[in-house]
């Protein structure tokens, strides 16, 4: 069993609709990180996490440190949103930690 | 622009051969970290620098070397290459440990 899991590994929506992905972990941790690869490869660091909520853009990131449980919303959702969105936690040791990715299509 | 620079961007080299892929974070970052990104491994952690000392391993092979230098600049040393390292290699940059990371464009080397 994979320490980061993520749920779903792949989803496809209409542009406008609100997408949720979601990631648990078995590990305990120091931070969780949201990234985003786009098609080209790229990554880009979305949100990190110790607690709470965050917030920005249409982007909001939760965790629930006792469940073990983080939560990637896109509220609507847009063609631009396509990409790979994937969980790492940070553990105890420092290293990250990688779920396998969500795979998300927003078709117009 | 994360301000994290990756050289080459594109690597293509023989097997049994050897590499040297180059990291430059961010001005003022002293955490590198290196990862390595295949078609059936995803996203895996490599090594960890911190202000010129290795901070954490994690699945880094024995024929893979890293440094990070006076300057805070990294090189990831990837030696006696096979096929299976053909990969994405990412760098990223951290102001200090545990907070948020910037990642490079990555450096794509085939081994042939």
């Known amino acids: 069993k994979n320490e980061v899991e993520q749920s779903p590994q792949n989803l496809t929506a209409q542009e406008g609709e609100f997408i949720t992905i979601n990631c648990s972990y078995s590990v305990g941790i120091s931070a969780l990180h949201w990234l985003q690869q786009h098609p080209g490869g790229g990554i880009v660091s979305l949100f990190m996490?110790?607690?709470g909520k965050k917030k920005h853009g249409r982007l909001i990131a939760t965790i629930n440190i006792q469940e073990k449980h983080s939560s990637l919303h896109i509220t609507a959702s847009h063609p631009r949103d396509s990409a790979v969105y994937i969980c790492a936690v940070r553990s105890s040791t420092d290293k990250l930690i990688f779920g396998t990715g969500t795979r998300l299509q927003v078709f117009p | 622009d994360s301000g994290v620079t990756q050289t080459p961007k594109h690597l293509i080299t023989a097997t049994g051969q050897r590499v040297t892929l180059r990291c430059s974070p961010r001005s003022g970052d002293l955490s590198v970290y290196w990862y390595q990104q295949s078609l059936d491994q995803g996203l895996q952690f490599l090594i960890q620098?911190?202000?010129?000392?290795?901070?954490a391993k994690g699945n880094i092979l024995e024929r893979f070397s890293a440094q990070q230098f006076p300057d805070l600049h990294s090189e990831l040393n990837l030696s006696s290459l096979e096929l299976g390292d053909s990969a994405l290699y990412f760098c990223?940059?951290?102001?200090?440990?545990?907070?948020?990371?910037?990642f490079g464009q990555g450096t794509r080397l085939t081994v042939v």
């Open positions: 620098y911190y202000n010129g000392e290795e901070r």
């Open positions: 996490l110790s607690s």
């Open positions: 990223a940059s951290s102001p200090r440990t545990v907070t948020e990371a910037f």
